[in-house]
């Protein structure tokens, strides 16, 4: 008979349980790197400097001891009265076939997008107006932009989704409808492009990495603002520490009088100190870079040391004859 079993009970799996135990106990000798009990001693060999599988490798040996139980023998297997009349071994694969066509019926068909779906981890997502948020990330998706959800988030609140996820590849969430019979595919927005291609175990990370990294700075910014503090108290106290002098010197009246013409008195002083005043051109230049030297022509060189009188002269005798000639 075929029962469904509640999930996180291995109590009542014990034969799925064993059978790991079996797995384990007959594949892991022949695994190069394998850890044994000497593992933790003192002066034990470190099996796992001889590790040579990768994760592809090691999948392959799994499902290929899978496939080999399958087609094994259960010596011990009781088999009921129908089976040992309809001479079936005791084989898992041939048990499996038998149970179906004479006990369960057929099985149920699902698209495998469906089956996958329903597979993956699920979880919540607030639509809010920013996006639909997942683990501080924000997605959208063509029916939430079809139907408004982030404007109606604005109005109205926020309100929660049913969605699943893929924890190797957070670049896609799916809002699951109710049943897990079908589903939208929500994509990472473009300003969330520091979570494209992550994990989710590499997003949870980052986070609390950012966390702890934003605790450090705050640590840092409040030693900040109590150094600030202490040079504002230490300012008062010299300022303070001058009153006195100056109160001898003036009463109070006088000390208020003119308040207005005293602080453009004393800001004219502080513009005229702090005011920038460059050297002349000629004082900035360097006897190391001198200035380029830039040739004179003969015109140039035959007009040093006329008069301007004399200049004006022959610059208008210059366009009366020029003209002439070219009449």
Known sequence: Q????DTYRADIKGIVEQYFRLTNTRVK???PGAVLPDFKERGGKDYRLDAKLDIYQFTQIMIRCVLNHNRTLMKHYQRGEMMIEDDVPAIPWELWNWGIANRSGELRYFPEDIVKLNLMPSGKASVTEKGIVFQGMRFTTERAIKEMWFEQARLKGSWVEDISYDPRNINYIYLREPGGRSYQICTLLGSEEAYSNKSYDEVVYKREYERFTSQKLNQAQLQQRVDLNMDIDSIIKIAEGMAPEKDKLSSNTARVKNIKTKRK?????????????LAPEKNRLNNNNPAPVVP???????NIGISKAELFRRKQQEKIYGRKKSE
């Not at 008195?265 to 920038?276: L, N, P, Q, S, T």
């Open 2 to 5: 075929l029962f469904v079993t």
């Open 29 to 31: 000798p022949l695994l």
């Open 265 to 277: 008195i004393e800001k004219a002083g502080e513009r005229k100190k702090e005011a920038f005043v």
């Open 296 to 302: 004179l022509s003969d015109e140039t060189t035959e």
